[in-house]
């Protein structure tokens, strides 16, 4: 199946900070991606919607100038979480999707924890 | 609205087979997808229906009927490593994914 990487898997940092996590898609072109928070023992929550070279669409009570998403090519997006608080610390996972198919996979996630 | 209904926990014993079931209510339908989730990692696809019928793979079957609303995950010859969490996520006519809250799967030897 097709390869996506997720950076950081697993990131440290203080209140007030921002944070920035790359999805990259190796070997296909991902024309959108989804990002999506997990809280533990929680299912999958969807933040945000973004098509290559498009602003992202933010579902309802995603913060959008707090979670900055870039889409800027067809292999990275990038979501920045600004000004962390403690109450962002949560597991964040990309997946993408090339236009051809109804498949997404997924990245390894990122464990954020604020402190 | 849109909804997915999915157990939240099952137990089965290793070597045994158990169906995990699921119920959606979307606006639009473009197909069923089930996903594997171990602790602390992000999902693995596992299987894609949007016929009627059921579709094997391995250990692992998948059954669609999409006039009930319905789908299930079979697994056989149940191993340790099959412990996890199972999430249902059906896709709606935008092309989103609506997630169940994902079924944990304890396996006893």
């Known amino acids: 199946g097709a390869v996506v990487s997720q950076h950081p898997s697993r990131v440290i940092c203080k209140s007030g900070t921002s944070v920035k996590i790359e999805c990259r898609s190796l070997d296909f072109q991902a024309t959108t991606m989804f990002w999506y928070r997990q809280f533990p023992k929680q299912s999958l929550m969807l933040m945000a919607t973004?098509?290559?070279?498009?602003?992202?669409?933010?579902e309802q009570g995603v913060e959008k100038d707090k979670f900055l998403i870039n889409h800027a090519s067809l292999t990275l997006s990038t979501l920045t979480v600004t000004s962390a608080h403690p109450e962002d610390s949560s597991f964040y996972i990309c997946?993408?999707?090339?236009?051809?198919?109804?498949?997404?996979?997924f990245g390894q996630g990122t464990r954020l924890t604020v402190v | 609205g849109q909804n997915i209904d999915q157990p939240t926990e099952m137990t089965a014993t290793e070597g045994a087979i158990v169906q995990i079931n699921c119920t959606y209510q979307?606006?639009?339908?473009?197909?069923l997808f089930w996903y594997q989730q171990h602790a602390g990692e992000a999902p693995t696809f596992l299987s894609y229906n949007v016929l009627d019928g059921l579709e094997e793979k391995g250990r692992f079957s998948s059954f669609l009927s999409r006039s009930k609303g319905y789908s299930y995950l079979l697994l056989k010859e149940l191993q340790m490593k099959d412990s996890a969490s199972y999430l249902c996520a059906a896709m709606d006519s935008n092309y989103q994914l609506i997630w169940g809250a994902g079924t944990k799967l304890i396996i006893k030897p």
């Open positions: 979307t606006s639009g339908f473009n197909g």
């Open positions: 973004s098509n290559e070279g498009s602003k992202a669409t933010y």
């Open positions: 997946s993408a999707r090339d236009g051809g198919t109804v498949k997404a996979f």
